[in-house]
């Protein structure tokens, strides 16, 4: 639950920076949760941080790198989610799709897919999918709503451009779970180094991240270096003042995000095997109600009215009710 209210929060202080492109926010901000935090955590942990790595297989750590780029595609399209919907709606649609791709993908993969419509667990699974789905389509009217009532006062908002860009997060994120599944022998490998079971995921996520974050990198700079209305040279040129207010949002929004994996991997560990899906129902749940409760309080739908909030809720309770069916079919 803690994982979640720090995801779900992680963009309140990037919101908050000005005079700064998107681009220029999101790469300082990835700099703190895909490279600082995650290698100095696995230096505190870790006996030996080279050795550590040079002894896994380069297989593995090729398939979680590269499961990690695949994650980094969604994630870039979840931030531009959160830019052009807001954190209410966006967290919303793209958990929602992300449910959706998540309950689907694993048993294709493992050629189990007819089992979702002959098994107990298979119907449960199904009727989340379908609830997700509603709860997606609930949340897409409550943005179009938004839009009509907010109308020339919204400044990113776009209900077509955000709701692609969830779907495309949905299907990309899911890269994340495969990386942490390819992650496994390393996380074996950080027990028998002598890394408590709690802290045993952690040292995976500067592969896993690794590839993430070049993948976001690239696409932050690429824009900063060939789009002509952006310039990271004319973001770093503003006044001292505003640079470090800037940096230290961009930097408390980059460290929320990273703890979200930090407290998942904790929670998981503390979770007892036989009820391992509590902890995936808890963060999914959470995750869309902590969403909802800071965009409202940082005043995302101030001016839309009182029933296009309604029909949100109505949209997010239906997410938070397929995630716990998806999480009791596993």
């Given at each position: 639950?803690?994982?979640?209210?720090?995801?779900?929060?992680?963009?309140?202080?990037?919101?908050?920076?000005?005079k700064w492109s998107w681009e220029t926010t999101w790469a300082v901000a990835g700099i703190f949760s895909w490279v600082i935090f995650p290698i100095a955590v696995s230096l505190l942990l870790l006996p030996s941080f080279q050795g550590f790595y040079a002894g896994i297989d380069s297989s593995v750590l090729m398939k979680a790198f590269l499961f990690g780029c695949?994650?980094?595609?969604?994630?870039?399209?979840?931030?531009?989610?959160?830019?052009?919907?807001?954190?209410?709606?966006?967290?919303?649609?793209?958990?929602?799709?992300?449910?959706?791709?998540?309950?689907?993908?694993?048993?294709?993969?493992?050629?189990?897919?007819l089992a979702l419509f002959t098994s107990r667990s298979g119907g449960f699974a199904l009727s989340g999918i379908a609830m997700a789905l509603a709860g997606i389509a609930v949340v897409a009217y409550a943005g179009h709503q938004k839009e009509k009532?907010?109308?020339?006062?919204?400044?990113?908002?776009?209900?077509?451009?955000?709701?692609?860009?969830a779907v495309m997060c949905g299907i990309f994120s899911s890269g994340m779970s495969f990386a942490i599944d390819a992650a496994q022998p390393m996380a074996a490998a950080a027990i028998h180094a002598g890394v408590k079971p709690l802290y045993a995921a952690l040292p995976s996520y500067v592969i896993i991240m690794g590839g993430g974050g070049l993948v976001n990198f690239l696409y932050c700079f690429s824009r900063l270096g060939?789009?002509?209305?952006?310039?990271?040279?004319?973001?770093?040129?503003?006044?001292?003042?505003?640079?470090?207010?800037?940096?230290?949002?961009?930097?408390?929004?980059?460290i929320m995000w990273y703890f979200q994996f930090?407290?998942?991997?904790?929670g998981q560990a503390n979770i007892p095997a036989h009820l391992y899906y509590v902890n995936w129902m808890l963060h999914m749940?959470?995750?869309?109600?902590?969403?909802?409760?800071?965009?409202?309080?940082?005043?995302?739908?101030?001016?839309?009215?009182?029933?296009?909030?309604r029909i949100l809720w109505a949209g997010m309770a239906l997410i938070i009710v397929a995630a716990n069916l998806v999480g009791i079919a596993s």
């Open positions: 639950m803690v994982g979640a209210a720090s995801a779900a929060s992680f963009y309140a202080p990037i919101e908050k920076v000005k695949m994650w980094g595609i969604g994630n870039v399209n979840y931030g531009l989610t959160m830019r052009y919907l807001g954190m209410s709606l966006g967290i919303g649609v793209a958990i929602g799709v992300t449910l959706v791709v998540g309950t689907l993908v694993p048993p294709l993969m493992h050629g189990q897919f009532a907010l109308g020339l006062r919204t400044e990113e908002f776009d209900v077509r451009k955000g709701l692609l860009l060939f789009k002509r209305e952006l310039s990271l040279k004319r973001d770093l040129s503003e006044p001292g003042r505003v640079l470090l207010i800037n940096g230290a949002l961009a930097a408390s929004g980059g930090f407290f998942y991997a904790w749940s959470c995750y869309v109600l902590f969403g909802g409760l800071v965009g409202l309080a940082l005043g995302e739908w101030k001016g839309a009215g009182g029933r296009p909030v």
